[in-house]
């Protein structure tokens, strides 16, 4: 037979210690047994056990820190966090370099222009115009800034407006042909963006369309407008096929003074390509076909009509200032 084994007692002695305080009486009630040997209902196989052990013992087997607090998970989200605060800075600086230039060249174009009452009729009836194609600009604006086949804002020089916008297709199988497209504006307002019906229409059709964007007037004369539009087809010439474009089938398109503007940028490389000039990083041989829709191209004659449509003769003749394709 099995001798129990006896419960070891750490009950103090009278005779030493004296009558047990209540607070060590209350100590002693509220401490727990703990099974050593037999069975659960074996009343000598347990020994007294205090709740603070317990709960030492949990503390112990706690993690010094917690998965939440690991080091490298809380470095990571800390410098994500960094780089949006600072992406967003370098956003809302750009946006008030932008808005600043905007504001400028608006003040200098109205020095030029003047505010007579041609100006002001002109002005009322495109806000007329405009106000009717509003839902019809909504669209087109949604599907430009949401849309996840427009690229926006490509970088191609290094002068304020040396962007373009790039339009692909949804189908991405094989090389597509590719149009570089010239905005128009009257050399004045000019901008990427104006391309955006052309390269939805166009895209859809399994073409790439690139709409390039340059110096208007203040900002740059025509000679600057030739040359940020050279740069920009040398982008895509040199370029296109990281998108999925082919070298081979590149066409230039103009609109209005785009128009002009893209018969001035070919007529300026082939000289330069005959050795009257310094060569680029294209050439005319890579072009297709230029197609100029609604372009003005013999200025010089079109100097008295552009005065009787509100773009004085004074303003005219600034923006041909050091122009030689005229």
């Not at 070891?8 to 100590?27: D, E, R, V, Y």
Request: proline share 6%; net charge positive.
């Amino acid at each position: 037979m099995r001798s129990p084994i006896l419960p070891i007692s750490n009950k103090p002695s009278h005779s030493l210690l004296g009558q047990p305080s209540p607070s060590t009486m209350a100590s002693v009630a509220s401490t727990r047994t703990m099974p050593l040997m037999g069975g659960e209902d074996d009343p000598t196989s347990r020994l007294p056990f205090s709740p603070s052990f317990e709960d030492d013992k949990a503390s112990s087997q706690k993690p010094l820190l917690p998965r939440a607090l690991n080091p490298t998970t809380t470095t990571s989200s800390s410098s994500y966090q960094q780089r949006r605060r600072q992406s967003f800075g370098r956003d809302v600086g750009h946006a008030a370099a932008e808005t600043f230039l905007l504001t400028r060249l608006t003040l200098e174009l109205l020095r030029f222009l003047g505010v007579g009452y041609k100006w002001i009729t002109r002005f009322l009836a495109l806000c007329c115009y405009a106000l009717l194609l509003f839902p019809g600009f909504l669209q087109v604006g949604y599907y430009y800034f949401f849309s996840p086949q427009v690229r926006r804002s490509i970088v191609y020089g290094d002068q304020p407006r040396n962007r373009l916008d790039l339009y692909l297709p949804k189908n991405s199988e094989g090389l597509k042909p590719v149009i570089a497209f010239v905005t128009g504006g009257a050399w004045i307002i000019g901008y990427k963006a104006w391309g955006c019906l052309l390269g939805q229409q166009l895209s859809e059709r399994d073409i790439i369309v690139a709409c390039i964007d340059y110096r208007n007037f203040p900002q740059g004369t025509m000679s600057d407008m030739v040359k940020d539009a050279s740069q920009g087809i040398s982008f895509v010439c040199n370029n296109i096929a990281e998108f999925g474009g082919d070298p081979d089938r590149i066409y230039l398109m103009g609109q209005s003074a785009g128009a002009h503007i893209g018969a001035c940028t070919i007529l300026d490389q082939a000289i330069k390509e005959a050795g009257e000039g310094e060569s680029t990083s294209w050439s005319v041989s890579q072009i297709k076909a230029y197609f100029g829709l609604s372009g003005g191209y013999n200025l010089l004659n079109l100097v008295d009509y552009f005065h009787s449509r509100g773009l004085y003769r004074p303003l005219f003749l600034r923006l041909l200032h050091t122009f030689r394709c005229q």
